[in-house]
């Protein structure tokens, strides 16, 4: 019988908490009962905890980063994530330099989860147009797994900065990377986007029973065996 294993994890927003007496937390207090909150879970043996990205007046988080940064610190064995790093709205190379600085500070516990976000804010409040939607990820995640590669970057894009055998730094170290996975809501052409992207998904379950998203789980192992034998 194959062993199935389990990984258990938490995910907050940092959403503004509540005291007992119902009076609110303000955004820097949440903030430190959220890094309290990952000693606790590191402490527990819990194998991750993932930040979201927000920029709305509920929650605490608009930098991820830099709480988990902030984890890394007062931890030991967890692994230290987004859910999810908004990468239509930022740019790659400073998401890169973000994350292989958070690969030092972690000592390479860091996992950056890629998506287009539940919400957008960030676009106009970072000047883009939610008319390029579509193609500013695209592109913009192009560029991440170039990035990856760790080699002197030669880019043009539409959406993004030209770069000539520019070297990105920090560098990761010799033989490592930045463990990323892509998160989809649940629909066909997101899963298959992944498989085109060969970058692991993590399937966002926001209502409904789970066991409703199997086909597309079915679905995005069908595409990846399906580009092993091409």
Do not use: C
Not at 22 to 32: A, F, I, S, Y
């Amino acid at each position: 019988m194959t062993e199935t294993k389990y990984e258990f994890g938490l995910d907050t927003f940092g959403d503004l908490a509540f005291q007992d007496d119902g009076t609110p937390l303000n955004g820097d207090e949440t903030l430190r009962q959220v890094i309290k909150e990952a000693k606790l879970a590191d402490d527990l043996g819990i194998y991750r905890i993932a930040l979201g990205e927000h920029h709305r007046p509920e929650f605490a988080i608009s930098s991820p980063e830099v709480v988990l940064g902030a984890m890394a610190a007062v931890t030991k064995n967890i692994k230290l994530g987004t859910a999810v790093t908004v990468l239509s709205s930022d740019d790659p190379v400073r998401v890169f330099e973000r994350f292989s600085t958070l690969h030092g500070l972690s000592h390479g516990r860091e996992e950056i989860m890629l998506g287009r976000g539940s919400f957008t804010e960030s676009f106009p409040l970072f000047g883009f147009n939610l008319e390029d939607y579509n193609g500013l990820f695209e592109e913009k995640i192009a560029m991440w797994q170039k990035l990856l590669e760790g080699k002197p970057m030669n880019w043009t894009g539409k959406y993004t900065q030209k770069l000539t055998d520019t070297t990105v730094y920090p560098k990761l170290p010799s033989g490592e990377t930045i463990s990323t996975s892509l998160a989809v809501g649940g629909s066909p052409e997101s899963i298959i986007r992944a498989v085109a992207y060969d970058i692991p998904v993590v399937i966002a379950i926001i209502g409904g029973e789970p066991v409703r998203f199997r086909p597309y789980v079915d679905l995005y192992k069908k595409g990846r065996r399906a580009v092993q034998k091409a």
